[in-house]
């Protein structure tokens, strides 16, 4: 098996554990009609709709915190972008400017390339990861390690050998026929070195699972490696990892990702698609045209009322 399909077979059976966990609570948000009962929405999938939405804009020397707000009041999703402040200089630069262009992309794809011109400023870059509310924090991922949270990871599939059976047992008859002479006991087949065949110790194994994923996953943010992120450990067939959130996400993914869906009856401002104005739309217009949109909506909602009655 070649290094890089090991990778993918660790990453994506841990992953596939991971999201297992969440099977039962995607089954209850259901209610019996089909629909969506938002009672059981877990939080960051509703986030997750949000940032679903597509956009085609084209920012030139936008300021860092204009493009923010414009997506949180586009997508209708919680940001909490973590600014420079009085108190820390390790944060987002408000007045920094970015130049992105994007043609009927989500708004999370929107807000990865405008961290990948903002994480020039970082060592170790910015990124996003979800809190435990559901709110999308937005930041350095020297802030975000700040998070860290356990998780366990079964990986006894990982750890399991399957026999390799390349030697069989073979029939010595001529033991057979001196034991009918003899009367003597024994076994009628010759020793194989079948049993003896070599295996690599469990804590082996696992350590070479947690060095694939501590050297393809964020590798510079490892306790290992010289990071303060980051840790793994092995016990009893499962991985112990503290980690902050969008650690986790690149190892196991996200339980909540099957809730995640284009929001829908919201207003405007809340679901379907956003307007399409091609390349060279400034983030006024867009705005203007959002707004114009969710007041002629609620409007139309109002006036469907006022006839209801």
Do not use: C
């Not at 994506?12 to 009672?39: F, I, K, L």
């Not at 960051?44 to 009041?73: H, K």
């Not at 339980?255 to 698609?273: H, S, W, Y």
């Amino acid at each position: 098996m070649t290094k890089r399909a090991q990778i993918g077979m660790v990453l994506g059976v841990v992953g596939a554990v991971a999201g297992a966990h969440g099977a039962a609570t995607v089954a209850s948000a259901q209610s019996g009609d089909g629909a969506w009962a938002s009672r059981a929405m877990d939080p960051r999938a509703e986030t997750m709709s949000r940032m679903m939405r597509t956009v085609s804009i084209d920012l030139t020397d936008a300021r860092l915190e204009d493009v923010m707000e414009f997506i949180t009041e586009v997508s209708g999703a919680q940001l909490e972008p973590m600014w420079q402040d009085d108190r820390t200089a390790e944060g987002l630069d408000p007045e920094m400017t970015v130049s992105v262009r994007v043609q009927n992309a989500t708004m999370l794809t929107l807000l990865e390339r405008v961290l990948n011109q903002a994480e020039r400023d970082f060592f170790g870059g910015a990124t996003w990861q979800f809190n435990e509310t559901g709110v999308m924090e937005v930041g350095p991922k020297s802030r975000l390690n700040r998070g860290a949270i356990v998780k366990l990871y079964d990986i006894n599939d990982l750890l399991f050998v399957m026999p390799s059976f390349t030697e069989f047992p073979a029939l010595d008859l001529d033991s057979v026929l001196a034991q009918r002479r003899g009367g003597g006991a024994g076994g009628i087949f010759r020793d194989t070195d079948q049993q003896a065949r070599d295996q690599a110790p469990v804590e082996e194994r696992a350590q070479d699972i947690i060095d694939i994923i501590t050297t393809v996953v964020e590798p510079e943010q490892w306790v290992d490696f010289g990071g303060d992120a980051a840790s793994a450990r092995h016990y009893s067939g499962s991985l112990l990892i503290r980690a902050p959130d969008y650690i986790h996400r690149q190892i196991g993914g996200y339980d909540f990702m099957r809730q995640v869906r284009r929001p829908a009856g919201q207003g405007a401002m809340r679901g379907g698609a956003a307007p399409q104005f091609g390349f060279g739309t400034s983030m006024d217009r867009y705005l203007a045209a959002e707004r114009e949109a969710r007041r002629q909506a609620e409007a139309e909602a109002s006036r469907s009322d006022n006839t209801e009655r």
